[in-house]
């Protein structure tokens, strides 16, 4: 297979879908208005609830949804063939992830920017809400204690990626004062700031840093971890265009532009997938295809993390109503892209099939490394990139991104503390440095609480995150099939991908309990049953709720 032919096709399907389904859906479903007053300038605050250039929060809005995740979903599930992982993230970016995170910061906005925890409560019941923010407390804490091991090991396997990565911090910091106070146009600090952080990437190579190998009993890793919850806390606190805005935007840019220079590669090089269509020679231990590929590639077609950001920080920065299908579903589009680029790099980064199958020999096998050397040769091949400097880009490319989904993570942890804080009348819950310290907290206890001095508990817990994550983004389509329907509008184009979606999770999720029982996991086989009957406990209440608003509707 010509890895051109397969570049192509996936970019033209994710063009059109932006520029004819997504506006389909934004007019006759969610009908979004341009006069509507939204919860940005509403309850403007200056913190939080900030009204933005769509073009920076669209930036904000991709690059905390995208993480490591649309590359190493993308990296494992190719070893059941580039077949199935390219088909799952275009179907699944086209016609379920853009639609979802759009209706997600639709609904959120329609609700005073409230989370899609709270919208459960208020559109379907009390109880309802309670598990659903279970399900959204232990995702997240998921996402941020896995994503802190993620980087941490990119840090120390990568020590070139460090000095780039904590520079783009300080490039954002500048970035977030001059955007703010309009001191120069967006154009210009974009310029400037993709400058700046290039030169870091270059800096980088000359500057590797490294942690001890041991300090007061941890490791490097371990330290690691430490100081970048220490920093998340503080970016958490701090108003959202000091930091949050301007890192996620120029890390967009970054994206962009290394997307770029690997599908330029790509064209230059031609190189041939020589991975198979669909692998028939799988390793021992490989997991069935059905219904795993649909947990394992989820951030890359369809994650229900997109809409914790969508209704958690996304929909309180909302300038306009319309501006939600660029910064939604374009966000959506823009990983699809980079789990394209992910397929593409893990499939014809390599010389022949054999050297393929000694990087996949296991389940898992493949991920970051995988991306980052398939990609690194490819730009090599394509135009002469020193394979250093390729590694170097590609490695930071996945640091910033993994970076601003935790700096969001810990963000919408403190969000979901507050709300509890406000349900439950628990005042000091309710403000920012308590529930950040608890979030943060609870992050720590569970990273070296099962992890011990290393701090990798977070890893414990990451089998359930595929299932966990789509069972949360069916249950987000279902709550907003339920809003569409209670606003007398054909809910099929969200009801249709959820049901697809939730048979899928299920259906993995029991694979997963029959798996834990084999290996006598009693941990994780009570968290997963506690998942699942919280999943499908909020599950038949909303269908409940969804059946009663469409005979309310009929009888009208």
């Known amino acids: 297979m010509n890895a051109i032919a397969l570049m192509l096709f996936g970019l033209s399907a994710f063009a059109l879908g932006y520029l004819v389904y997504s506006r389909f859906i934004a007019k006759r479903i969610y009908r979004l208005d341009p006069q509507f007053r939204t919860p940005a300038h509403e309850l403007r605050d200056e913190i939080d609830y900030v009204p933005t250039n769509r073009f920076v929060l669209w930036g904000h809005h991709f690059t905390s949804v995208a993480g490591a995740a649309p590359i190493v979903g993308p990296a494992i599930a190719v070893i059941w063939g580039w077949g199935p992982a390219f088909a799952w993230v275009i179907v699944g970016t086209v016609f379920i992830a853009g639609v979802h995170d759009l209706g997600a910061i639709w609904a959120s906005v329609r609700h005073r920017a409230r989370s899609i925890g709270t919208l459960t409560g208020i559109l379907v019941s009390e109880r309802a809400r309670a598990l659903f923010m279970i399900v959204i407390f232990l995702l997240l804490l998921m996402v941020n204690a896995v994503f802190a091991v993620v980087i941490a090991r990119l840090f120390t396997g990568f020590p070139e990626s460090v000095v780039p990565a904590w520079a783009a911090i300080g490039v954002a910091l500048i970035l977030g004062q001059l955007i703010y106070r309009r001191v120069i146009g967006l154009a210009w600090l974009s310029v400037f700031g993709v400058i700046a952080l290039y030169g870091a990437i270059w800096l980088g190579q000359y500057l590797p840093v490294t942690l001890p190998d041991e300090f007061v009993g941890l490791g490097a890793n371990a330290q690691w971890i430490i100081i970048l919850f220490s920093y998340a806390a503080i970016a958490s606190l701090l108003p959202v265009w000091v930091l949050l805005q301007p890192r996620d935007y120029i890390n967009g840019l970054q994206l962009f532009i290394g997307l770029g220079l690997i599908f330029l590669a790509v064209a230059l090089a031609n190189p041939t997938v020589v991975a198979p269509l669909y692998n028939t020679n799988l390793p021992d231990g490989v997991p069935p295809l059905i219904p795993l590929l649909f947990v394992t590639i989820a951030c890359g077609a369809i994650s229900g993390f997109h809409g914790l950001v969508a209704s958690g920080t996304t ?188 048979l899928m999770t299920l259906a993995a999720l029991l694979y997963q309990l029959l798996d834990f029982y084999r290996q006598e996991n009693w941990f994780l086989l009570g968290l997963d049953a506690l998942i699942l009957v919280a999943a499908v406990m909020v599950a038949l209440e909303t269908a409940a709720a969804l059946v009663r608003a469409r005979r309310e509707h009929s009888g009208s």
């Open 315 to 502: 929909s309180k920065q909302l300038d306009r109503e319309p501006d939600a299908r660029f910064v939604g579903y374009f966000g959506a589009v823009g990983e699809g892209c980079l789990a394209l680029a992910a397929i593409i790099a893990c499939t014809a980064g390599f010389a022949t099939l054999g050297e393929w199958e000694a990087l996949y020999s296991g389940f898992a096998a493949g991920g970051l490394d995988a991306f980052v050397e398939g990609g690194a040769a490819i730009m090599h091949n394509g135009y002469g990139l020193p394979l250093a400097v390729g590694t170097t880009l590609l490695a930071v490319m996945a640091v910033l991104f993994a970076a601003t989904t935790m700096d969001t993570g810990i963000r919408l942890q403190r969000y979901i503390v507050q709300e509890w804080g406000n349900i439950y009348g628990i005042d000091w819950l309710t403000r920012r440095a308590p529930a950040t310290i608890l979030a943060v907290g609870c992050c720590l206890a569970l990273a070296f609480g099962a992890g011990g001095t290393e701090g990798t508990g977070g890893l414990a817990i990451w089998p359930l995150f595929g299932t966990t994550n789509q069972l949360l983004a069916a249950l987000t389509l279902l709550v907003i099939s339920l809003l569409v329907v209670r606003l007398g509008r054909p809910p099929w184009y969200t009801l249709v991908p959820m049901i697809g979606l939730i």
